[in-house]
C-alpha cells in the first residue's frame, strides 16, 4: 500500500534534526535582494556572487542601470550564464521602479500585504512569483514561501502534488500548509535537503531523514 502524504510539521521537524534551525543573516535592501536574485536564475551561488560584485562595480549606483544600454548590463554578469537576458531584465525593472516611485527604495513593500506586495513585484519586468517571494522573504520579512527546482522536486516526491503539477500549483500548496513562521526555516531546508540528499536523479533515499514516510522512496 503506498504511503500518504507525511505532515508538514513532521517534515519540518525532520529537516531541522537534519539541518538545524538556518541562521539569520542581516537583510539586504529589497532592490538588492532583487537584483541578486535575478542574477541568481539558472546559475550557481558561487556565479551569482561573482556577477553581483561585478555589477555592482560596473554601476555604483543603481539607478544608472536604468539609462544604460542593455549590452553594457549583459557584459557586467556574463559569467553567471542568460547575461543578455537578466541585463534586459535589470534595465527594465530599473526603469519601472524609478518611474513608478521616484526611487528604488522598495522598504514600502513591507507595510503592504503579502498579496499586494507579491503583486506589485509581479507586474515588473521579468519579476515571476519565486523572484518576488524570495525578495518579500528575505529583504522584507514577510512570512511567503518561494519554490524553486528542488522545492518543487521535493513537493512532488513526498506526495503533496501529481508529478504534473507546476511551480504555481507547489506555491499554493505551500502558501495553505506551511505553519506560520516557519516559510524561512523550511524553505532553505528543503532545498539544502534537495541539493544534498534528494537529488533529481539518484536520489540517496538510504541516508533521508524523510525515508519511512516518503511515498516515492526507491
Known amino acids: 500500500m503506498a504511503l500518504r502524504p507525511p505532515p508538514v510539521g513532521l517534515v519540518r521537524a525532520r529537516l531541522r534534526d537534519r539541518f538545524g534551525v538556518p541562521r539569520r543573516r542581516r537583510p539586504a535592501p529589497p532592490f538588492d535582494e532583487l537584483v541578486q536574485t535575478i542574477l541568481s536564475q539558472n546559475t550557481t551561488d558561487l556565479n551569482s556572487a561573482r556577477t553581483f560584485a561585478a555589477l555592482t562595480a560596473r554601476f555604483p549606483e543603481w539607478e544608472r542601470m536604468a539609462t544604460a544600454r542593455p549590452a553594457a548590463i549583459a557584459a557586467a554578469i556574463r559569467a553567471g550564464?542568460?547575461?543578455?537576458?537578466?541585463?534586459?531584465?535589470?534595465?527594465?525593472?530599473?526603469?519601472?521602479?524609478?518611474?513608478?516611485?521616484?526611487?528604488?527604495?522598495?522598504?514600502?513593500?513591507?507595510?503592504?500585504?503579502?498579496?499586494?506586495?507579491?503583486?506589485?513585484?509581479?507586474?515588473?519586468?521579468?519579476?515571476?512569483a519565486k523572484t518576488a517571494r524570495v525578495v518579500l522573504l528575505f529583504a522584507?520579512?514577510?512570512?511567503?514561501?518561494?519554490?524553486?527546482?528542488?522545492?518543487?522536486?521535493?513537493?512532488?516526491?513526498?506526495?503533496?502534488?501529481?508529478?504534473?503539477?507546476?511551480?504555481?500549483?507547489?506555491?499554493?500548496?505551500?502558501?495553505?500548509?506551511?505553519?506560520?513562521?516557519?516559510?524561512?526555516?523550511?524553505?532553505?531546508?528543503?532545498?539544502?535537503?534537495?541539493?544534498?540528499?534528494?537529488?533529481?536523479?539518484?536520489?540517496?533515499?538510504?541516508?533521508?531523514?524523510?525515508?519511512?514516510?516518503?511515498?516515492?522512496?526507491?
Not at 503533496?160 to 516557519?182: I, K, M, T
Open 81 to 128: 550564464g542568460l547575461a543578455d537576458v537578466k541585463g534586459r531584465y535589470l534595465k527594465d525593472a530599473t526603469r519601472e521602479i524609478l518611474t513608478r516611485r521616484g526611487n528604488l527604495d522598495l522598504s514600502f513593500l513591507k507595510r503592504m500585504t503579502n498579496d499586494a506586495a507579491l503583486a506589485w513585484l509581479q507586474s515588473l519586468p521579468g519579476v515571476g
Open 140 to 218: 522584507c520579512g514577510k512570512d511567503v514561501f518561494p519554490v524553486d527546482t528542488h522545492v518543487l522536486r521535493i513537493t512532488k516526491r513526498l506526495g503533496y502534488l501529481s508529478s504534473r503539477r507546476g511551480a504555481d500549483a507547489a506555491h499554493r500548496f505551500w502558501d495553505e500548509n506551511c505553519p506560520p513562521g516557519a516559510a524561512r526555516e523550511l524553505h532553505i531546508n528543503l532545498i539544502r535537503h534537495g541539493r544534498e540528499v534528494c537529488h533529481a536523479r539518484r536520489p540517496l533515499c538510504d541516508e533521508c531523514p524523510l525515508a519511512d514516510v516518503c511515498p516515492s522512496r526507491s
